[in-house]
């Protein structure tokens, strides 16, 4: 009974293995590719306008098709599929025989620049899912990119002042919004921006594994998780600090340009840059970058707001309040050297890489609506202060804003070092006069019920709290 078991057991064993062989064989002879070209084949014998033609077309041998692109060092075998691309005879038919759109073929022949430049995908491959890449079970890090976003190639060989009115208007809008948004306030590119952020340099060309899809609605696709991050930057990644306010229209623009942003490198002599600059980013250079990198945490920098995602109040850099007590001095040194323990970075050129002309424009861009009259002079030169009682105020009336230690909180830190070498008078008459548009109230006011001496002894000991050791808890 035993040895009958095994006899069956063997006997389809062999089956399973015969019917796999046949099924194999039968795949490596009538691969895709020849289906494909078999099809073609046909469509052009029956759209020929000539009997030359249709004898051509007759005589037409199928057989795999590859093209060695030696200058972009790529093998691609894409047009064993799409044979048709170059042919106007396919203009009507459909995908994969129909001609290519446009006439972008005219100055970027197949022949030179192949097919994967553009639109990605697996070069090599000969049948279309493991070309596309696109899936679960193809396994490829760099899929075909959807038609949605194909100007994310064109940026690898032209400038954007070329592309603006010549097919890379959604990459252009794309590039003008992360300026506009200020996204480089908190990403480098190019080894200029913010920290807060990774570095967007090749990000284009970063594999699918890199970004986390546990929380991506739509399809888990690199751009599709660009575009959720833009929209819903905590739903994506729960400890983001991003702060963006954009359309779904605007997310589409942005992700196209952060798609583009690859680390390949094109040859010179393939590439067509002219070094232009858009009109609009040269037009007022202090507020384009103002906007480049201040933007997106100080908005128009006229009001305070605390941001859910700092855990801490966007200082009011542009308010009248702050203009009239900060000199230009202090505001530049903000700028240079950051403030520590918050996520103002230093955005001197040994830090986020602006040079000392670019901060210059930027601090004269927010200072331009200084008030002309100025706070009148508080003189802390000449109190002797008093720092325990400095203290004591200090824990009654700053602590519940600006953190025990100064640490900040709905108020700003005071512990760091631009605060901590500001000029006293400026501090003493911020405390008697307050910030219009802030939270911070005038405590030298009738409510606000401190005397110039108690202003003063808060003054001094606000200058020692850098001294206080402080833990994060």
Request: glycine share 8%.
């Amino acid at each position: 009974m035993r040895k009958r078991f095994y006899l069956w057991v063997l006997f389809l064993s062999g089956l399973v293995l015969i019917a796999y062989i046949s099924l194999t064989t039968y795949k490596e002879k009538t691969p895709e590719w020849k289906k494909h070209q078999a099809e073609y084949k046909e469509l052009l014998i029956r759209n020929a306008k000539d009997e030359d033609i249709r004898k051509r077309a007759r005589e037409m041998d199928i057989r795999l098709q590859q093209l060695y692109l030696g200058e972009l060092n790529r093998i691609d075998r894409c047009i064993s599929c799409h044979t048709g691309v170059e042919n106007p005879l396919m203009a009507d038919e459909k995908v994969p025989f129909k001609k290519h759109s446009g006439d972008y073929l005219k100055n970027h022949s197949v022949e030179r620049f192949g097919c994967t430049v553009c639109h990605l995908g697996q070069g090599r491959a000969v049948n279309k899912k493991e070309a596309h890449g696109i899936g679960r079970e193809t396994y490829w890090d760099y899929p075909i990119t959807k038609l949605e976003f194909i100007q994310t190639s064109c940026a690898l060989c032209h400038d954007l002042t070329f592309l603006k009115d010549k097919g890379g208007e959604k990459v252009v809008a794309g590039e003008r919004l992360f300026r506009q948004k200020g996204c480089k306030g908190c990403h480098k590119l190019e080894g200029v921006g913010g920290v807060l952020g990774k570095s967007l340099d090749g990000i284009g060309s970063q594999p699918i594994a890199y970004f986390p899809m546990r929380y991506i609605k739509g399809e888990q696709t690199v751009a599709q998780w660009i575009r959720e991050h833009e929209e819903e930057p905590r739903r994506v990644v729960s400890d983001s600090q991003m702060r963006v306010d954009v359309t779904p229209e605007e997310a589409d623009f942005l992700t196209t340009y952060i798609m583009s942003l690859r680390a390949e490198e094109i040859p010179k002599k393939l590439r067509r840059l002219t070094g232009a600059r858009l009109p609009d980013e040269i037009k007022d250079e202090g507020e384009a970058l103002y906007k480049m990198y201040c933007i997106a945490c100080h908005g128009s920098g006229k009001e305070s707001v605390f941001d859910d995602a700092f855990k801490r109040t966007i200082p009011a850099i542009t308010n009248p309040s702050f203009l009239r007590v900060a000199d230009d001095k202090f505001i530049r040194e903000n700028i240079e050297e950051g403030r520590a323990g918050t996520q103002m970075t230093a955005w001197k050129s040994a830090a986020a890489g602006l040079t000392e002309k670019q901060i210059e424009k930027i601090m004269r861009y927010t200072t331009k609506d200084r008030p002309k009259e100025r706070p009148t002079q508080f003189g802390y030169s000449g109190y002797k202060v008093n720092v325990n009682k400095g203290e004591e105020i200090y824990a009654s009336r700053c602590a519940s804003c600006h953190g025990e230690y100064g640490e900040g909180g709905i108020g700003l830190n005071l512990r760091n070092p631009v605060v901590q070498n500001a000029d006293p008078e400026m501090l003493a008459k911020t405390i008697r006069d307050g910030r219009e548009s802030t939270l911070m109230v005038s405590f030298g006011s009738k409510d606000g019920g401190l005397n110039a001496q108690g202003i003063a002894d808060v003054v001094a000991y606000i200058r020692t709290l850098s001294k206080k050791e402080y833990k994060l808890h």
